[in-house]
């Protein structure tokens, strides 16, 4: 932490009024189910974006980033609209932008970012680097904002800043995970409670498989699936795919075009699944999750459609080598899978995952065993 206020000094010529962090996540179960109003269950990762931040009283809003483009980007607070930024200072600038946009008096600061959250990964550092901003000018602007209207916030900055039409349940795990537990959220009610999560407890571990590749049609693909589930909605006549039930999903499907129907099959049963999950994980039956995961991994790669080959071999790789289950996490077309294994396995899967890999002429994964850690917090 001391090379990050050395930073902060080297850049800005003076020393931070405090420094803040906010982790990534790994979603247990709830895919694609954030922006249909339906539940989610992610755990913060021990990976964080850290900012070091000095408060300004000019306007200017002075931003730079460790794994940025190597400049400082100086903005004026008044100046930010949508649009009006580019690259990844877009993201802490939203974040100012939607505190503006909120009536929030604030101005300027000076932001020293750094982030070991993997970028591109589906393990959220976009929310990281949201929520650590926010939280930051929470506390040094006093303002009276929870964890869950932080995240509301930085939600609406990434999507009318940003323009990435996201849920909810990336922000909401960066800022209310707690150590030890997932959070298992309903996105409509936006209430929630922590699963504890006591892996260690009965020999488990999360395995998580970074398979390093990130396809181009993410964006716009998860753009059109999103418009694809609120059509469909809309055309059963409910407010939002939640309100279906797994008894109803036959008939529903009957009446929808053959396009929407596996949409509308993995968001309904993908919901049930995050709740039999947090049935298991309450009654401490944690292996129990296992198939779950897989069976998740079976409905994003079959019915949503947004796996592919390198998190698929991740899946299968892990489950061959003994994983109790695995499946992608995050929005898809790449990014990272999750496996829940035996801990005294965890080094033997991911030895043969990467095996798989190079079989498969695939660059090599970066594996990590996640423990569940803390939302957003002050460091110093
Ligand atoms: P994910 O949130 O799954 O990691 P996204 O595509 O949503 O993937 O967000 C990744 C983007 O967030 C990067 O392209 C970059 O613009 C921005 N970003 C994340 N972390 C940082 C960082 N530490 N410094 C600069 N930009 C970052
Ligand atoms: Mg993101």
Redesign the pocket.
């Known amino acids: 932490m001391s090379d990050l206020l050395a930073a902060f000094e080297a850049t800005y010529g003076a020393a931070p009024a405090g420094v803040w962090a906010a982790p990534g996540r790994v979603n247990l179960i709830g895919e694609h189910t954030d922006y249909n109003d339906g539940y989610v269950l992610p755990a913060a990762i021990p990976y964080t ?1 850290r900012a070091a931040v000095r408060p300004r009283t000019d306007g200017v809003l002075r931003l730079y ?4 483009d190597g400049v400082v980007t100086e903005l004026r607070v008044e100046e930010l609209a949508p649009g009006s930024v580019a ?2 200072a877009q ?1 802490p600038a939203a974040v100012v932008w939607a505190l503006r946009e909120a009536g929030h008096e604030v101005g300027g600061a000076d932001v020293y ?3 070991d ?1 993997p ?11 949201e929520c650590v901003v926010a939280i930051a000018y929470r506390d040094l602007h006093g303002l009276d904002l929870d964890a869950t209207a932080l995240a509301l916030l930085a939600q609406r900055a990434e999507n009318a800043f940003v323009g ?1 039409p996201c849920g909810v349940m ?1 922000q909401m795990a960066s800022t209310a995970c707690t150590e030890g537990a997932a959070l298992f959220l309903d996105t409509r009610t936006m209430t929630g409670r922590q699963v504890p999560l006591d892996l260690a407890g009965q020999g488990l571990r999360l395995l998580v498989i970074d398979t390093r590749v990130k396809h181009d049609l993410g964006d716009g693909a998860y753009a059109e699936l999103r418009a694809g589930c609120e059509r469909a909605a809309g055309l059963l006549g409910l407010a939002a795919l939640r309100d279906l039930t797994p008894e109803e999903l036959p008939g529903a499907l009957d009446r929808l075009p053959a396009e929407l129907r596996p949409l509308v099959q993995h968001v309904v049963t993908e919901n049930r699944r995050v709740e039999r999950a947090v049935a298991h994980l309450t009654a401490g039956e944690l292996a129990e999750l296992g198939p779950i995961l897989t069976a998740g991994h079976a409905s994003l790669r079959d019915d949503y459609r947004v796996s592919c080959p390198e998190t698929d071999l991740a899946v299968a790789a892990a489950v061959a080598a003994g994983a109790l289950g695995a499946r992608m996490t ?1 929005g898809g077309f790449g ?1 990272s899978v999750l496996a829940l294994v035996p801990s005294e396995e965890l080094d033997q899967i991911a030895a043969a995952v990467t095996t798989a890999f190079a079989e498969a002429g695939y660059g090599s994964p970066r594996t990590f065993a996640a423990t569940p850690a803390a939302g957003a917090h002050r460091v110093s």
């Not at 980033?65 to 940025?68: A, H, L």
């Not at 591109?120 to 990281?128: E, N």
């Open positions: 974006a980033s460790e794994q940025g690259g990844w993201y970012l750094t982030s959250v970028g591109g990964a589906g393990l959220s550092s976009s929310a990281a680097l990435v990336d995050g990014g």
